[in-house]
Structure formats: structure tokens, C-alpha cells
């Protein structure tokens, strides 16, 4: 059965900083990406991972954040770096066998987390 566990979410000042974490269980992915869901609004992709090396960014990421997986792990990062309020929102884990970009950005991913908050207050 396949799992993705969330951890590292929490509570910063804005400019501070958090690491996100993505444990998946039960099969490896092409394809690993982090999305978000701010209130009141639909959920975004933020940053997507194919294999080890290629990656893609929301453009509202600006150099901020940074994606990376460990497959021996099987594991993937999000490390968010000068945290704004607007980026306050739940982040979701999702993954996919597949290893198109175009599925990762319109988040059609076959497998996702149940999320973890992060708040970046002013």
C-alpha cells in the first residue's frame, strides 16, 4: 500500500525558514512534487522533482525554495528559505510513476500526503 507522510511544518517568522519532508512507502515514483493550499483558495503546485536532478518551480517560488529527494530514501525535500506570509498555506506531498512535467504543474498525480500546515506570520 502506498504512503506519503508530511512532516517538518510548523510556525516562522516571515524570512525565516522550514524544511519540508515527504516519506513515501510501498513503491518508488518517476515523479515527486510539492503543492499548496492557501485558505479560501485552490490548491497550487510549488515545485516538482523527475528522477534525481531535473526540477521545476512555481514562478512565485523566486529562487526561495529548493526541491530534492534521497531514493534510497525514498524521500523528498522542500526546503523553504525567506518565508513570506502569503506562502502560509497546507503543503502537499504528491507522487507519480509517470515523468511528464506537464502532469506534475497541473497536479494529476496518482498518489498524495494529507498535508502539513505552515505558517509564516508578519
Known amino acids: 500500500q502506498v504512503q506519503l507522510v508530511e512532516s517538518g511544518g510548523g510556525s516562522v517568522q516571515a524570512g525565516g525558514s522550514l524544511r519540508l519532508s515527504c516519506a513515501a512507502s510501498?513503491?518508488?515514483?518517476?515523479?515527486m512534487a510539492w503543492y499548496r493550499q492557501a485558505p479560501g483558495k485552490e490548491r497550487e503546485f510549488v515545485a516538482g522533482?523527475?528522477?534525481?536532478?531535473?526540477?521545476r518551480y512555481a514562478d512565485f517560488v523566486e529562487g526561495r525554495f529548493t526541491i530534492s529527494r534521497d531514493n534510497a530514501r525514498n524521500t523528498v525535500d522542500l526546503q523553504m528559505n525567506s518565508l513570506k506570509p502569503e506562502d502560509t498555506a497546507v503543503y502537499f506531498c504528491a507522487a507519480d510513476p509517470g515523468f511528464q512535467f506537464a502532469t506534475l504543474i497541473r497536479g494529476s498525480m496518482q498518489y498524495w500526503g494529507k498535508g502539513t500546515l505552515v505558517t509564516a506570520s508578519s
Open positions: 510501498g513503491r518508488t515514483f518517476a515523479s
Open positions: 522533482i523527475i528522477w534525481s536532478t531535473n526540477t
